[in-house]
């Protein structure tokens, strides 16, 4: 069975730092996807970054970036240069053909 | 269009009556999922469509819910007799493609309160 875990339910940072949130999964595919999405007040997930597993380069987009530990099991995201902006819950998630797995989100805090 | 859209926002129903709830798929995107998010932190899958036939239903309750995706009219998730633990929000994601390197776009989401 496939299950993503985010074990920081919240995570605060202060402005212009550095934050990283945790996400471990379990899967016996060797060939999958992960994601981080971003969920503001607003409630619109959208897409922060993704990993192709097969690919051993982190991913890297702007001030985001990942740490992607395959055997591991391991998919981290960083965020540099914290904006207040960057408040909201962060979920990541693994793709199969039919669905997404998510974990349960960790809520970022960016104190000015 | 260029956004999955749904509809509505929001939708209060008491108990025991039906809920339609409504997604339309970014234009050309064949596979539409629907999730349920329950505070605010679990998604929960429902079910998801290629086109118009069942992908994967491995998530939906049978008995009270079901969903049809028919061409060219939007995708619709339809509750009867609601309950109470149906309240949540209920997100509707489209895709381009299968594969698993293609990002699921969602709308905003339909905040259904049972009361």
């Known amino acids: 069975a496939q299950t993503v875990t985010q074990s920081q339910p919240e995570m605060s940072v202060q402005e212009a730092e550095t934050v990283t949130l945790s996400c471990t999964y379990d899967?016996?595919?060797?060939?999958?996807?992960l994601f981080w999405y971003k969920q503001p007040p607003s409630r619109q997930m959208i897409l922060v970054i993704r990993q192709e597993a097969y690919k051993q380069q982190n991913a890297t987009e702007n001030r985001f970036s990942v740490n992607f530990q395959k055997a591991a099991k391991s998919f981290s995201l960083k965020i540099s240069d914290s904006q207040l902006g960057d408040a909201a819950m962060y979920f990541c998630a693994y793709r199969t053909g039919n669905q997404f797995y998510f974990g349960t989100g960790t809520s970022l805090t960016v104190i000015p | 269009g260029e956004e999955v859209a749904q509809t509505p926002k929001h939708l209060v129903r008491g108990e025991g009556q039906k809920a339609k709830l409504y997604c339309a798929p970014i234009?050309?995107?064949?596979?539409v999922f629907w999730y349920q998010q329950v505070l605010k932190n679990e998604f929960k899958f429902l079910i998801s469509f290629q086109n118009e036939n069942v992908f994967d239903e491995t998530g939906m309750p049978k008995e009270r819910f079901s969903a049809k995706c028919l061409p060219n009219s939007p995708c619709s998730l339809e509750i009867q007799a609601t309950k109470l633990e149906d309240s949540a929000v209920y997100f509707c994601?489209?895709?381009?493609?299968?594969?698993?390197?293609?990002?699921?776009?969602f709308g905003q989401g339909t905040r259904l309160t049972v009361v």
């Open positions: 899967t016996s595919e060797s060939d999958y996807y």
């Open positions: 234009k050309g995107h064949s596979y």
């Open positions: 994601a489209s895709s381009l493609l299968p594969g698993r390197n293609t990002e699921a776009f």
